[in-house]
């Protein structure tokens, strides 16, 4: 139906037609696009702002009527206007206001089917006052920080190269050892030369130091669970919570009742980051809101942007009450665009998409696409399963068994993380770098970064009985990150009878796999000074002395966070662990047999992806004993042991070089060996 024919039918004939339009597109048991909702092609929705004039566009077929308010501030106060809007093109509505607007407030009312709906920002909003209420009028161009015209995005030569560091926002710069003026605000990201109280580096410093090259966000777009009214008191969350999709949170600002201040500081946080650097990925959740039926999408086209059940109640996929419809034209469009918008407006590197097997393969695909043309460089991840059943056909799902379709974007390995660390539903359930026997093919398997291998024996892998990558840069190596488990509290509770000695080996040797395995490895914030959670495993809304990275443990476990850091260089270095194709991966990587339970080894070989080491020799011993193993035949000389890293061969006090065609792996540890001749 075009939008001339709705102008010139009946108040009573559109009536009908949009109460059996909501119908069929709330009881439909198959997700096909809701029948009889036009779809616009502009690339305008949302308000639009000059001096001279502000445009707002909105999408809302079939509503009887909308209305624009105008607000001085962004919460309470009277209202200074009530406006129609105009019915427009292909289901919009439009209202032209001339005169200059900036930084004034607005909120959207739409009546359907006679019942007025709840005030709210359209989707698109870009600016809004504090708790996300009203959107506002924004002069972008206002926002950006001094020198934000010459901003340009680190240099990246290949996906393979990346490190990505994850962390929440508040706990990145909270506690007091941080030495962090701006704590728990995006400026925090700006502060250099900060220190802790023993002298070590903390903040963006740190970051530099460990040698990472992308700091992923915990989600840092607007969402509903924090008052910014009552930032005095105690409050935290994740964020996976959405209220507004394109707008930067209030309260990590250091105002957020001036729409303005927010997007300055988030644009500060960015370049800052960027100068020294490091690229910006933002977590997104895209695939439910907080709350379906308060959300601008409900209020303005109820049925459309959410699945529903057969009952009409909200399909739960997400496990949050409902789950949002990506292979619905209009859903997808706002999808595309709010990524768009983030990665053009904002400069952001990268996107996590949190539930990514709630969104359809062809939108997922789209976004590829899209950001492609902006940056090729700008990386996309997410978690390939849902939280539980949906109503989107499971051919369609962007699942990890489906990463093959999927074009250039990778998936969380949940074969290595659990192979390494153990089941996430279980504890006390050990994982290979605790001793639990018959994981080896898993590790193998995450070795070759969930690809296909003719020496991996598929069935005895944990989750996944054949490849689902097509090439190593489409898997997230890890071992952990904001959900479940933190690495040491993990090891608390699966190695019980251990000494802290012998858990710091752990500490180590987890990570160790994860930087000397293909694939992109992933680090959770703080694992390189031995964060601990104090073994709370669902930590979303718990309090900062629970969530926040105590700095003084830098000082405590500085040799933890100098291996950890070593090993990233050992990495950067060292192109034959980050081989960009399958192909590379079969031709130069083959795994020896080592004859031993909880011992993987492996060589590499023929100056992979040019590498100046010719042989490199790799072997991973999870027993609670050191074992001997035998070397192929050639001269090997040691480089990295659990007690320290040596890139040049030099000898490691106290350990002992190969004898006899023979080498010692102590317990716990990584053992990386390489021909004499390259060093």
């Known amino acids: 139906m075009t939008a001339m024919n709705i102008r010139k039918i009946s108040l009573f004939t559109l009536f009908a037609i949009f109460t059996m339009t909501i119908v069929s597109c709330q009881l439909t048991a198959r997700q096909e696009l809701c029948q009889g ?27 009887e009527a909308i209305t624009v308010r105008i607000y001085n501030q962004g919460h309470e106060g009277e209202v200074l206007e009530t406006l129609p809007m105009q019915q427009d093109v292909q289901g919009t509505w439009l209202l032209e206001l001339e005169g200059d607007w900036k930084d004034k407030y607005y909120t959207y009312q739409a009546q ?3 019942e007025l709906k709840m005030e709210v920002p359209d989707p698109n909003a870009k600016a809004v006052g504090v708790n996300g209420n009203r959107g506002m009028i924004v002069d972008l161009t206002a926002t950006n920080p001094l020198g934000w015209e010459n901003d340009d995005r680190p240099e990246l030569s290949s996906h393979a190269d990346m490190v990505i560091w994850e962390i929440h926002m508040r706990d990145f710069s909270i506690h007091p050892s941080s030495g962090i003026e701006n704590k728990g605000k995006y400026l925090a990201f700006t502060e250099t030369g900060t220190r802790s109280p023993e002298g070590h580096k903390t903040g963006i410093d740190h970051l530099v130091e460990l040698g990472i090259t992308h700091v ?6 607007d969402f509903y669970t924090i008052d910014e009214t009552r930032l005095d008191e105690p409050q935290f969350n994740w964020g996976y919570d959405p209220k507004n999709y394109n707008v930067p949170q209030g309260s990590y600002s250091t105002d957020p009742y001036d729409g303005n201040v927010r997007i300055r500081e988030f644009k500060k946080m960015v370049q800052s980051l960027h100068n020294q650097g490091i690229r910006v990925i933002m977590d997104v959740v895209y695939n439910h809101m907080y709350d379906a039926t308060t959300s601008p999408f409900e209020n303005l086209v109820p049925g459309y942007y959410f699945r529903m059940n057969e009952d009409g109640t909200y399909s739960n996929g997400s496990g949050c009450g409902n789950e949002t419809a990506s292979e619905r034209a209009m859903m997808r469009k706002f999808m595309i665009e709010s990524v768009k918008y983030w990665a053009q407006e904002y400069r952001i590197d990268g996107f996590r998409f949190d539930l990514m097997g709630l969104h359809d393969i062809e939108t997922m695909n789209l976004i590829r696409e899209e950001l492609h043309a902006i940056d090729p460089d700008i990386f996309i991840y997410g978690e390939g399963w849902t939280a539980g059943d949906t109503p989107l056909p499971e051919h369609d799902r962007a699942i990890k068994v489906h990463t093959p379709r999927l074009n250039g974007i990778a998936a969380f390995s949940d074969d290595i993380r659990d192979g390494i660390r153990g089941p996430w539903w279980e504890a006390k359930a050990p994982g290979f770098m605790a001793g639990q026997h018959g994981l080896e093919e898993s590790i193998k398997f995450g070795v070759v970064a969930s690809t296909e291998h003719p020496q991996i024996n598929y069935p005895s892998v944990n989750y996944s009985d054949a490849p689902w990558a097509d090439n190593p840069l489409q898997t997230i190596t890890y071992v952990t990150c904001h959900d479940n488990p933190c690495l040491w509290d993990k090891i608390v509770d699966t190695c019980i009878d251990c000494s802290k000695d012998e858990m710091l080996d752990m500490q180590k040797f987890a990570n160790a796999i994860v930087l000397t395995s293909q694939g992109i490895p992933l680090l959770h914030a703080g694992e390189e000074i031995v ?6 495993h669902n930590s979303y809304n718990l309090p900062d002395s629970i969530n926040q990275l105590v700095w003084h443990n830098k000082d405590t476990y500085r040799d933890v966070f100098d291996y950890y850091k070593d090993l990233i260089t050992l990495r950067k270095n060292h192109p034959a662990f980050r081989m960009p194709t399958t192909e590379m991966v079969q031709q130069h990587l083959r795994f020896l047999d080592t004859h031993q339970a909880l011992v993987v080894g492996y060589h590499i070989g023929d100056n992979a992806n040019n590498d100046p080491w010719k042989d490199i020799l790799v072997f991973y011993n999870a027993n609670a004993h050191g074992v001997d193993v035998e070397l192929p035949e050639g001269d090997w000389t040691i480089v990295a042991t659990k007690f320290s890293i040596e890139e040049t061969g030099s000898t490691v006090e106290g350990f002992n070089n190969t004898q006899n065609g023979k080498t ?16």
């Open 112 to 114: 359907i089917n006679g």
């Open 216 to 221: 992923h966000l915990l989600p840092v777009y």
């Open 664 to 679: 010692h792996i102590p317990d716990r540890s990584i053992l990386i060996l390489v021909d004499k001749a390259s060093v």
């Open 37 to 63: 909702y036009p779809v616009y092609h502009g690339d305008d929705l949302g308000v639009n702002y000059t001096p001279e004039k502000t445009i707002f566009r909105v999408w809302a077929p079939f509503t």
């Open 531 to 536: 964060r601990t959670k104090f073994g709370e």
